[in-house]
């Protein structure tokens, strides 16, 4: 499976982001499909993740309420809405996929990754 990843950029505190993630390749349709961060100094963090239909979604307590993630399952593609960004959300975003879906607030093992896109959130 690989992933591409866009959407990233610089945005006032405050503000919105989207960040997209197209995956191709055998099977890809079937994985559950998820974002990831790393701040500069910080280990990589889950966000959000969602099942292979976007029915079923996965957040981590400090963005529930102001990211959505959602699953066009025609083109393979989710989507990262990012909504009231603060500083503290400023990472690079990283895509990912794997069979298995978060279990217990975690998403342990993920099998493939995206490139990283860049969040910036000014104060």
């Known amino acids: 499976v690989q992933l591409q990843a866009s959407g990233g950029g610089l945005v006032q505190s405050g503000g919105s982001l989207r960040l997209s993630c197209v995956a191709s390749?055998?099977?890809?349709?079937?994985?559950?499909m998820g974002w990831f961060r790393q701040a500069p100094g910080k280990e990589r963090e889950f966000v959000a993740a969602?099942?292979?239909?976007?029915?079923?979604?996965y957040y981590t307590d400090s963005v529930k309420g102001r990211y959505t993630i959602s699953r066009d399952t025609a083109m393979n593609t989710i989507y990262l809405q990012m909504n009231s960004l603060k500083p503290e959300d400023t990472a690079v975003y990283f895509c990912?996929?794997?069979?298995?879906?978060?279990?217990?607030?975690?998403?342990?093992?993920?099998?493939?990754w995206g490139q990283g896109t860049l969040v910036t959130v000014s104060s």
């Open positions: 390749g055998r099977d890809a349709e079937v994985y559950s």
């Open positions: 990912a996929a794997d069979q298995f879906q978060p279990y217990g607030g975690k998403w342990s093992g993920v099998q493939y």
């Open positions: 969602c099942n292979w239909s976007g029915g079923t979604t």
